[in-house]
Structure formats: C-alpha cells, structure tokens
C-alpha cells in the first residue's frame, strides 16, 4: 500500500510537555506542574453569559471573522490596555484560541522557502506551524545571561535576504521573560530597517508584574507590519472555551479570514458571547488572579534562593526556568528522575527548543499548597543529588 502520510507532517516531532503529562496523570499521588493552564474557573459571570446564550438558542454560525459585539470589545480593550486603535471590521478577527491565529497568520503571510525567525525556548506551536506553512525556520537561541530576551544583534544576525517574519513571543512561554518599551524600540528599529513582518504573540500580556505590558504594535511605524495575537485562556482562565482573536493590517486580516473560513466556518459562538462580557465586566476578575499569581511567584523565588537553585527572576506569564546544569544531567534525565523518585512532574527546557538545555520549566498556575508540597519534594531531591555528587 503506499504510504498514506505527508513526510512534512511525520518530520514534526510530538510536544514534548505532552510526555510528563499523560505520565503524571496515572500516578497516584503525584503532582503535576507542568501544564500552562490556569487552575482558576472561569469567573461565574462570564459562565453566566456562555449559559444565558444557549438558553436564547444563541447557536447559529457567526460572521466568519467573529461576532460583531465582540470584534468591538477587543478594539476598545486594546485601545485602553495597549494604546492600539483598530477597526473592528477590517483590522480584527476571532479565532479558535490563539494557536490558530499563529498558525493562519502564518499561512497568510509565507510563501514557501521564506525563512520565519523564532527565538526559543519558546511556545511548542511556533515551529511546526511555520514547517506546515512551508517557511524555513530560523531559531534564535535566547540566553539566560540576557533574561531570555531577544537583543538587536541576536536579531541582526539572524536576517538574511529571505528572512520574511519574526515571531516575537512575549511575555514568554516557558521563561517568563518580558521585553521592555525600549528594548522593544531596538526590535521595532531592525523590523523597519530591514523590512520584515511581525507575529506578536500576547496572549500572557494581562499577567505581568511590575511592568505593564507594552505591544511592538504600538511603536511609531509598527502597526502597519504587525499581526497581535491574542486571546483568553490565560488572563480570563477559559482555556476550554478556545476562543483567541489577531488585529492586524487589512490586507493580512482578510486573507487570514479566508483561511479561517474554509478551514474552521467561525469560533463557537457561545464562547463569543462570553468573551463580550469578559472584556466588559472582566478587568477586577483579572486583576485578583494575577496577584494571586505574583504571590506564587514571589514564593517560587523565595524557595530557589532558600535551596541555592539558580534561576533569573521572571516578570510575566505563569512559568519559572530554573537552571539545573549544575547536576551535570540533561533537562530529560532530570525531570524523569524527579517525577520517578518524588512524583513531581515539570517540563524539560528542552520541550521549547535546543537551547532550553539545562533548565526546566515549572508552571505556577497551580495552588499555593500544591506549590509547597512540590517544593519540599524539590529541595529534598536537589539535596540529595548534591550530597551525592
């Protein structure tokens, strides 16, 4: 029989966040830290509203590129949070979480060949996006003494004349980093100078701390060569309503549109609806969750500094990157004997690229206590390594 699969598509290597996961979820008594997902419900009243609509038989199909209401709301959110100014109707579209709209956007924008630029460690879905979408993609290898943030000549050596986006993932998934309004400025510079385009993906952009989020987009000459991806699993906690939304140039948005269209018709519709009033009644909702997550993430650091463990302090998303080189062991090797030995489970860095050797990743969208246990279980295995080395 021949072979029924495309060679691109069996290139692709599965996540590698997935593996501990389906590990962890059979072991008695084991605690998972490794998925980016909030353990916040999604707010009563925005529960509400997603009910209140199927109960009016709010059921049909939307527009393509989303409900009005909601196109609406996300324009005036992002004129209030980022100082971004769109039109609903031409700039903007709603989309099944955010994945989809890297993966479109994406789509859209390559033509095969095209070298798209993606700094790691970083968000799973980045790469396999940009081989589906027939691009070259060129990894920019982030590093710890710069926080993980992307600088001018790390991007300036990696354009080539066939360099056609950069993915700019920040706040990130899985370090933490975040990228200041001059650091940015430096970005948007080499962009403009070099004439290339921008997926921004700020789906973590409500949960920083200390500094508020600032978007690429917003910078003079900026907008017009940006798509901002967004959406509202993370800051709304409605990871299972998959709803995300991208606002960009008109040219883009529609040809996006018109692959949304033929591949997904529209996101759900109720999800929609209560997507409106989250973004209407949900600023105090995201506001508690995100110093609940500031708690957790001051007492993280706290235990690393306390168990000598090296890790650079993270300013945005839910994630930790501790550095774990010191054991003289892989990523892999070290968060398989630590699930095994202590039934702990957290991500390899190298779930996220190459370069995120030596590190793991650990989610603090978990409970307090939760956090506690798994840090005890965590010192005492360091420990233990150490006294055996």
């Given at each position: 029989?021949?072979?029924?699969?495309?060679?691109?598509?069996?290139?692709?290597?599965p996540?590698?966040?997935?593996?501990?996961?389906?590990?962890?979820?059979?072991?008695?008594?084991?605690?998972?830290?490794?998925?980016?997902?909030?353990?916040?419900?999604?707010?009563?009243?925005?529960?509400?509203?997603?009910?209140?609509?199927?109960?009016?038989?709010?059921?049909?199909?939307?527009?393509?590129a989303?409900?009005?209401?909601?196109?609406?709301?996300?324009?005036?959110?992002?004129?209030r949070?980022?100082?971004?100014?769109?039109?609903?109707?031409?700039?903007?579209?709603?989309?099944?979480?955010?994945s989809?709209?890297?993966?479109?956007?994406?789509?859209a924008?390559?033509?095969?060949?095209?070298?798209?630029?993606i700094?790691?460690?970083?968000?799973v879905?980045?790469?396999?996006?940009?081989?589906?979408a027939?691009?070259?993609?060129?990894?920019?290898?982030l590093?710890?003494?710069?926080?993980?943030?992307?600088?001018?000549?790390?991007?300036?050596?990696?354009?080539?004349?066939?360099t056609?986006?950069?993915?700019?993932?920040?706040?990130?998934?899985?370090?933490?980093?975040i990228?200041?309004?001059?650091?940015?400025?430096?970005?948007?510079?080499?962009?403009k100078?070099?004439?290339?385009?921008?997926?921004?993906?700020?789906i973590?952009?409500?949960?920083?701390?200390?500094?508020?989020?600032?978007?690429?987009?917003?910078?003079?000459?900026?907008?017009?060569?940006?798509?901002?991806i967004?959406?509202?699993?993370?800051?709304?906690?409605?990871?299972?309503?998959?709803?995300?939304?991208?606002?960009?140039?008109?040219?883009?948005?529609?040809?996006?549109i018109?692959?949304?269209?033929?591949?997904?018709?529209?996101?759900?519709?109720?999800?929609?609806?209560?997507?409106?009033?989250?973004?209407?009644?949900?600023?105090?909702?995201?506001?508690?969750?995100?110093?609940?997550?500031?708690?957790?993430?001051?007492?993280?650091?706290?235990?690393?500094?306390?168990?000598?463990?090296?890790?650079f302090?993270?300013?945005?998303?839910?994630?930790?990157?501790?550095?774990i080189?010191?054991?003289?062991?892989?990523?892999?090797?070290?968060?398989?004997r630590?699930?095994?030995?202590?039934?702990?489970?957290?991500?390899?860095?190298?779930?996220?690229?190459?370069?995120?050797?030596?590190?793991?990743?650990i989610?603090?969208?978990?409970?307090?206590?939760?956090?506690?246990?798994?840090?005890?279980?965590l010192?005492?295995?360091?420990?233990?390594?150490?006294?055996?080395?």
């Amino acid at each position: 029989m021949r072979n029924p699969l495309s060679d691109k598509v069996l290139e692709i290597q599965p996540s590698g966040i997935r593996k501990f996961f389906d590990i962890v979820s059979e072991m008695k008594d084991a605690i998972s830290l490794g998925v980016g997902e909030p353990d916040f419900d999604t707010p009563w009243h925005i529960r509400e509203e997603g009910i209140y609509s199927l109960e009016k038989g709010r059921t049909f199909y939307t527009s393509n590129a989303g409900l009005k209401e909601l196109k609406i709301e996300i324009c005036e959110y992002l004129k209030r949070r980022v100082n971004l100014c769109y039109d609903y109707n031409t700039e903007t579209m709603v989309t099944v979480g955010g994945s989809e709209a890297i993966d479109i956007g994406l789509r859209a924008m390559i033509n095969p060949g095209e070298e798209v630029l993606i700094p790691q460690p970083s968000y799973v879905s980045y790469l396999p996006c940009a081989v589906l979408a027939d691009a070259k993609p060129v990894i920019i290898e982030l590093k710890a003494e710069n926080e993980f943030k992307l600088t001018r000549d790390e991007l300036l050596a990696s354009i080539t004349p066939k360099t056609k986006v950069l993915i700019l993932p920040f706040p990130n998934n899985p370090t933490g980093a975040i990228m200041t309004r001059e650091e940015l400025k430096e970005i948007a510079q080499v962009v403009k100078e070099k004439d290339i385009f921008v997926i921004s993906d700020e789906i973590y952009s409500e949960l920083t701390y200390g500094n508020h989020h600032v978007s690429i987009a917003s910078l003079p000459g900026m907008k017009e060569r940006t798509i901002v991806i967004n959406g509202f699993s993370k800051s709304y906690a409605m990871t299972g309503w998959r709803l995300g939304y991208a606002c960009g140039p008109k040219k883009i948005i529609e040809q996006m549109i018109k692959i949304h269209q033929f591949a997904i018709m529209c996101a759900p519709t109720n999800s929609q609806y209560a997507a409106v009033e989250a973004l209407r009644n949900g600023d105090k909702d995201v506001e508690e969750m995100r110093e609940a997550y500031n708690q957790r993430r001051r007492y993280l650091m706290h235990r690393f500094k306390e168990m000598k463990l090296s890790c650079f302090e993270p300013y945005g998303a839910f994630y930790v990157f501790p550095s774990i080189k010191e054991f003289g062991m892989t990523s892999d090797e070290f968060a398989t004997r630590f699930l095994e030995e202590e039934k702990v489970a957290v991500v390899p860095g190298t779930a996220f690229g190459d370069c995120g050797e030596g590190f793991l990743r650990i989610s603090y969208a978990y409970a307090l206590e939760d956090l506690r246990i798994a840090l005890d279980r965590l010192e005492d295995f360091v420990n233990k390594l150490r006294n055996n080395q």
